[in-house]
């Protein structure tokens, strides 16, 4: 626990002195649900700037180039939109399984949480256990001392200096980054942000660890507002357990007026925020299932039912029903799975070709021998990653043409080529404003094409 924070005799001092919280390591079927999501997303985050895809990475957000790739997909500034609707969806998925099962997030998927697991890992291999990290600590230094606590801050720093060269690799080619970190000519921002990233990593996930839950992230904050009676959250049996005391196994507790814990701290100990889950729900804990492994072990251990610390609802611990589809379940499930269709869609019929279409305001329309005349300016974008040549035609009143010298214009891959290009009416065709539309088509492939419309005035 912690302790107060030394003072000047006849002082007192509201704020208590941080203490290492040393978790102990603890086996069981959600630590090994842990462990597989810890492997899946650090896989997923190390693996994919490696994954070779046209000559190119699978994933690479090319800032200079204004362009993102994503496998097949290339996405430009102009379909930003779609990332508003990625973090709306993540807003709302982190709103649903928040309702239904807690913070799974926190437990299980969290950047904190995942490369928290990693450093410990390492210290563990290196230092030892609970116990023996407690006693080394505790201990004077020693050449052994200094030995494991140099080898442990060497794997971490290369560990986050690795981790911040991946973050860069998503933005620059993995192997350009490495052909330059190898010859130590890291400059400008790739050495910035591979530095900072690195630093980031070493300082929250070695050093801070649970202080960032506990002080840093709102979410532990407003997460009280996503629960109902019905979230499943972890949750310690009063009644089952209570009165607790150690007694022998060989005894029923109820004989004796007690109750099954035995109060062997082993669910604190392996609290990675170091509270004691039997105080009731906590805003500091993270949901990482870890007491309940602990303690469904001591109750085998003891021949006695797991579920003393489980997953269970706050109704369920009154003896009423946990109902799954509860209102907000099914509101939330509904919005996301309509925005995720929506969005989908939208992504998979999203047009190749970008067209802006800006009507020159300067003079209204030119009363010309060929017929009355408005001039545009145009903007055609090809999000294609290969040239093409674009037909230019316009439509919505009889006779409407084109400038036939701009009616052909190619473009090159990713390029946006601006175009001012004279569209002239009949004489007689039109009166007043009218509206009209320009289709973009290319002359290779019929297929990409769009339509943008705009107005065209006349006498």
Known sequence: MNGPTAAAPGVETLYERHEKVYPREVDGRFARLRTV???????????????????????????????????????????????????????????????????????????????????????????????????????????EKVLRKATKQFLWIALALWTGLTFVAYFTPIRAVLSVATLGQLSGWTLFWTVFYGFATYGNAGFLREQVCKYMCPYARFQSAMFDRGTLIITYDAARGEPRGPHPRSIDPRTIGQGDCIDCTLCVQVCPTAIDIREGLQYECIGCTACIDACDAVMDRLARPRGLIRYTSQAALEGKPTRLLR???????????????????????????????????????????????????????????????????????????????????DVGPGEVHPVPLRV????????????????????????????????????
């Open 37 to 143: 999501a810890v492997w899946l997303l650090l896989g997923l985050y190390y693996g994919l700037p490696w994954v070779p895809f046209h000559g190119r990475p699978a994933i690479l957000f090319d800032l200079a180039a204004r362009k993102f790739y994503l496998f097949g997909l290339v996405l430009w500034p102009q379909d930003f939109i779609f990332l508003t609707w990625l973090l709306v969806l993540a807003g709302l998925s982190l709103f649903f399984f928040t309702a239904v099962g807690g913070r799974l997030w926190c437990g299980y998927a969290c950047p904190q949480t995942v490369w928290t697991q990693l450093f410990v890992a390492i210290e563990r291999w290196v230092e030892g256990g609970r116990a023996q990290q407690i006693k080394r600590d505790r201990g004077p230094w020693t050449r």
């Open 327 to 409: 209102p907000r379940i099914i509101i939330y499930a509904t919005l996301l799975s309509a925005i995720a269709a929506a969005g989908l869609i939208a992504l998979l019929n999203r047009p190749e070709i970008g067209l802006d279409v800006l009507r020159d305001r300067n003079v209204l329309y030119r009363d010309t021998p060929h017929g009355i005349e408005n001039v545009y300016n145009l903007k055609i974008l090809n999000k294609d990653e290969h040239a093409h040549r674009f037909a230019i035609a316009v439509e919505g009143l009889p006779g409407i043409g084109v400038d036939a010298a701009s009616a052909v214009i």
């Open 424 to 459: 002239i009416a009949p004489a007689g065709a039109a009166h007043g404003v009218h509206s009209i539309r320009f289709r973009v088509s290319a002359v290779d492939d019929p297929s990409r094409r769009t339509v943008e419309t705009s107005r065209f005035i006349a006498p």
